[in-house]
């Protein structure tokens, strides 16, 4: 056997026992929980804490400039995002899930969280806007996005887990 034949045998490389897509999983939430609307969480937690009058106002841009930014590409281009977006879940649900390829049940299984996560996004930069929130509202507001965030991805993760524990048992032990 030659040097890539042990690696190979040594690092499995199917989608779900694969160290480094649980890496990845586990990094795409934690960015995702810690980036609320473009905003890093310590900012936010810095204008609560009320640590100064600047840090609340750099709160405030950071999230104006982002919910703007948010709303511009949807209006501009929203359209078209969503039927991109819904060729590629479908198309990766079909390959992965009818054709039964672990790889892209994989991806599947990691975009189609973060979708939701998307619609949600928008669904919060267009409350914002239209409450025209500031101070302790804008921080209540973030911080209920991130607590659906959380909840997204525990589910995602759970839900992944269960599904890449039951393909490592069919086809390692059984298959």
Known sequence: MDWYGHV?????MRSFSNLWYWISLAVVWS???HWVLGVPWDVAVRAKKNVSDQSVQDFEDL???NVNR??????ESGVYLVGFVFFVLTSLCLIGFIYMNHFAQAVFLLVFPMSLVGLLTIRT????RLQDLHGDELIKRL????????????IAIFVTATW???????HGILG
């Open 63 to 65: 999230v104006r400039v």
């Open 70 to 75: 948010i709303i511009y590409i949807v209006e």
């Open 31 to 33: 960015t995702t929980s």
């Open 143 to 154: 911080y209920g996005h991130r607590q659906i965030t959380q909840l997204l991805g525990v």
């Open 164 to 170: 890449g524990m039951w393909q490592n048992m069919v």
């Open 125 to 128: 930069a267009f409350a914002i």
């Open 8 to 12: 190979f045998e040594l690092i499995d």
